[in-house]
T-cell receptor, first 111, second 113 residues
């Protein structure tokens, strides 16, 4: 099946630091999505990307749809303690009815 | 309030005892899906449904059944649970079929002894 390689698996950073995580694949996708899962909750959509090269921001979060359509990254600037959680990339191929998820990046932020 | 509701949130059961995890959404979404989340494996899709009476297998369907008799409900059925089905389960729905934003329930943590 399609696989998304998400890295890093986990990060432990100080408050105020910038964070970067990414997802890569050998397959081409037409949609990239980034979700965040708070402890004890279901994932919530952060950013959706629908076009190769697209760069989209949502507050302190910025995500890009790679030009090759095989990757995407998410940056978080000036991290705060409430950024703690698991971040998942997800992607969909044209004509497919399923969304493939990466294995997640666990982010811990020290005050 | 727009939401996806799962029940039960927590369940401990024994091998072989049939159980059903219910999922209901109040957003009139056509697309619904079940995922399981396991450490180190992320979210894996079990089954999905594009609309009423239309269901299809995801990546890990073995040991599970689903039904979609009404638009709002999409129950997950474990006919004979086994310990390897111990997991955190999420139901999700979306408006735009598989292309839309997925709204997730709060999860159901299942332990099979």
């Amino acid at each position: 099946g399609q696989q998304l390689n998400q890295s890093p698996q986990s990060m432990f950073i100080q408050e105020g630091e910038d964070v970067s995580m990414n997802c890569t694949s050998s397959s081409i996708f037409n949609t990239w999505l980034w979700y965040k899962q708070d402890p004890g909750e279901g994932p919530v959509l952060l950013i959706a990307l629908y076009k190769a090269g697209e760069l989209t921001s949502n507050g302190r979060l910025t995500a890009q749809f790679g030009i090759t359509r095989k990757d995407s990254f998410l940056n978080i600037s000036a991290s705060i303690p409430s950024d703690v959680g698991i971040y998942f990339c997800a992607a969909r191929r044209t004509g497919y009815s399923t969304l493939t998820f990466g294995k997640g990046t666990m982010l811990l932020v020290s005050p | 309030e727009a939401q996806v509701t799962q029940n039960p949130r927590y369940l401990i059961t024994v091998t072989g005892k049939k159980l059903t995890v219910t999922c209901s959404q109040n957003m009139n979404h056509e697309y619904m899906s079940w995922y399981r989340q396991d450490p180190g494996l992320g979210l894996r899709q079990i089954y999905y449904s594009m609309n009423v009476e239309v269901t299809d297998k995801g990546d890990v369907p073995e040991g599970y059944k689903v039904s979609r008799k009404e638009k709002r409900n999409f129950p997950l059925i474990l006919e004979s649970p086994s310990p390897n089905q111990t997991s955190l389960y999420f139901c999700a729905s979306s408006l735009g079929g598989a292309a839309g934003e997925l709204f997730f329930g709060e999860g159901s943590r299942l332990t099979v002894l």
